[in-house]
């Protein structure tokens, strides 16, 4: 698994990572029951310490996204991105969603552009496959 991360950002790096897995996920990179690197792993390939690549994958358990077992390591669960999503996770989606979309009109990005790339965001997700 190939993550590209930007160590300057002020995003931490454990929620890039997060998202870069989310992201893999939903434009099919990463299929349901695919395997993911072991911490240690993916730590020494991207250069960090090994507890920001734990925290990160927390995180996408903790979000139904993947699951840890001490046999099989951390897996990508089999019906991520299938069947409808549960609320909790809508809501929480959604307050996200409303800050990046504040963030572009506050930026000055006209709304017809905003919802443009949007729609363009989606379509290179495959949201047409995955029910979205």
């Given at each position: 698994?190939?993550?590209?991360?930007?160590?300057?950002?002020?995003?931490?790096?454990?929620?890039?990572?997060r998202?870069r897995?989310?992201?893999?996920?939903?434009?099919?990179?990463?299929?349901?029951?695919?395997?993911?690197?072991s911490?240690?792993?993916?730590?020494?390939?991207?250069?960090i310490?090994?507890?920001t690549?734990?925290?990160?994958?927390?995180?996408?358990?903790?979000?139904?996204?993947?699951?840890?077992?001490?046999?099989?390591?951390?897996v990508?669960r089999?019906?991520?991105?299938?069947?409808?999503?549960?609320?909790?996770?809508?809501?929480?989606?959604?307050?996200?969603?409303?800050?990046l979309?504040?963030?572009?009109?506050?930026?000055?990005?006209?709304?017809?552009?905003?919802?443009?790339?949007?729609?363009?965001?989606?379509?290179?997700?495959?949201?047409?496959?995955?029910?979205?």
């Open positions: 698994m190939h993550l590209v991360l930007d160590l300057d950002s002020e995003v931490p790096i454990y929620q890039q990572i998202d897995v989310v992201e893999a996920i939903a434009d099919g990179r990463l299929d349901g029951g695919a395997s993911l690197p911490t240690r792993q993916l730590a020494v390939d991207l250069a310490n090994f507890h690549v734990n925290k990160a994958y927390d995180l996408l358990r903790r979000e139904g996204i993947i699951r840890i077992n001490r046999k099989s390591g951390a990508v089999p019906d991520a991105g299938q069947g409808p999503a549960e609320q909790e996770a809508v809501a929480d989606w959604e307050r996200r969603a409303r800050t979309l504040a963030e572009a009109v506050v930026r000055g990005i006209p709304r017809d552009e905003i919802v443009d790339r949007v729609r363009a965001t989606l379509d290179g997700f495959g949201a047409g496959e995955r029910g979205g």
